[in-house]
């Protein structure tokens, strides 16, 4: 028996089978068994690549953050790309227009926002249909997912639920956060599991269950704490550890085909904004501050941040992007952000704006900042940095670097002269 019909049987099995307390075991023993085949079933279809990426999909990673759209085709995606980016993609009135990724950068509030414009895909695209494992992939390493529909059919066709099941089933969780649990594996000790809050979605036995489902993966030994009360999804979502958490937003295009009563029900969608880009509803030009730009942003958790030198205006120019889903909106992001050596070097930062208590504060390495805040930076002094343990590296370490440039230079210069 394959590996699809043993996801096809345990699927059928669960099914088959009644939610309650008593069958609660049974269920969390199937659902790790069908994670764990299809985990198989991507390794399975992903082992004939030869490892590299797919041809149209490598597209180098660029701007402040990556959106990926993503729909079934002739939903709009191409021609929703030329008003977000200014990109001309080919669009046409057949499916499958758009073959391979074409990227493109959105220009919104100083930020730069690369857009992935995707091949439509299919029911099925989880195991590979419709090059679906190459989009998905390219989904898994966006910052974020724009679900693009046609919202004259989504009334049939449940895109949106078939979209959301085919992300879920390569472990992509849209609009969630990861569980508050710890999970350590070891080497001996059998398995340990607490919580700090009372277990009501695992059952009677919560730990008989957990050790059931890592049974399944081949751990006898590890710790789990649990600090909140999870699902069994939750659970094994944990244990396998493969799972990413992407904010998404969904877009229901060409809204003018439908009725009021219908575009005021899928308004009322969570997470969901309409509108028509032909007809230029929620929709502008590239240029143009509009409803969509203005979601996308805000999922993204983007912030713009000033910098401000010693007795200087802050440039208000160009402002300094960071994102809460990269590396965080902290000055130590910042630093990061600006100059390795900076963060190296840094005592304490001047901070004016919405982030501060009063004007200016005085702010430590890990203070949040917030959207157009101002920062000034300030860096130690020469005695504070002798006073540093590693400062005795430091210094030989540029001391190593200089000679061994000036021996560089020197052996070019004797090259010259030899020739």
């Known amino acids: 028996m394959g590996v699809m019909e043993k996801i096809k049987e345990i699927e059928a099995e669960m099914a088959r089978t009644q939610k309650n307390k008593a069958t609660n075991y049974h269920l969390g023993t199937l659902k790790a068994k069908l994670a764990k085949l299809r985990n198989e079933l991507l390794i399975e279809q992903g082992g004939g690549g030869g490892g590299g990426p797919s041809e149209g999909f490598d597209v180098a990673r660029l701007g402040d953050a990556r959106v990926a759209l993503i729909g079934f085709p002739s939903v709009g995606k191409s021609t929703l790309q030329c008003k977000l980016t200014g990109t001309e993609s080919e669009a046409a009135a057949y499916e499958f227009t758009t073959l391979t990724c074409i990227p493109g950068t959105m220009h919104y509030k100083g930020s730069k926002v690369q857009v992935l414009d995707l091949p439509g895909i299919i029911e099925g695209a989880a195991h590979g249909k419709g090059r679906g494992k190459e989009v998905i992939a390219c989904a898994r390493n966006a910052d974020a997912i724009l679900i693009v529909l046609d919202a004259g059919k989504e009334g049939l066709n449940r895109h949106r639920e078939i979209l959301e099941t085919e992300l879920e089933t390569v472990g992509i969780r849209l609009n969630q956060r990861p569980p508050d649990v710890t999970f350590n594996k070891k080497a001996t000790g059998g398995v340990r599991f607490s919580s700090t809050v009372p277990l009501t979605k695992l059952g009677p036995e919560p730990e008989k269950l957990a050790t059931q489902i890592m049974r399944e993966y081949r751990i006898t030994s590890a710790d789990l704490l649990a600090r909140e009360d999870i699902s069994v999804d939750q659970l094994v979502d944990v244990i396998v550890g493969n799972r990413v958490y992407k904010p998404c937003c969904y877009f229901y295009n060409k809204i003018d085909t439908i009725t009021i009563e219908e575009v005021d029900q899928l308004a009322r969608m969570p997470h969901s904004l309409v509108g028509s880009v032909h007809k230029r509803f929620n ?133 010259r002269l030899r020739g």
């Open 283 to 415: 929709v502008g030009e590239p240029d143009e501050d509009d409803a969509l730009k203005a979601m996308i942003w805000r999922y993204l958790g983007l912030t713009r941040i000033y910098t401000k030198r010693k007795g200087q205006h802050p440039d208000l120019a160009e402002p300094v992007v960071l994102s809460a889903i990269r590396k965080g909106t902290t000055v130590q992001a910042l630093c990061q952000n600006i100059s390795s050596q900076m963060l190296r070097d840094f005592n304490f930062a001047m901070v004016w704006g919405k982030s501060a208590k009063h004007s200016p504060q005085r702010c430590g390495i890990n203070h949040p900042l917030e959207d157009e805040d101002v920062v000034q930076i300030v860096t130690k002094t020469n005695a504070q940095q002798r006073q540093g343990k590693n400062y005795q590296a430091m210094v030989q370490g540029f001391s190593d670097k200089y000679h061994k440039k000036k021996a560089e230079a020197r052996k070019k210069k004797q090259g």
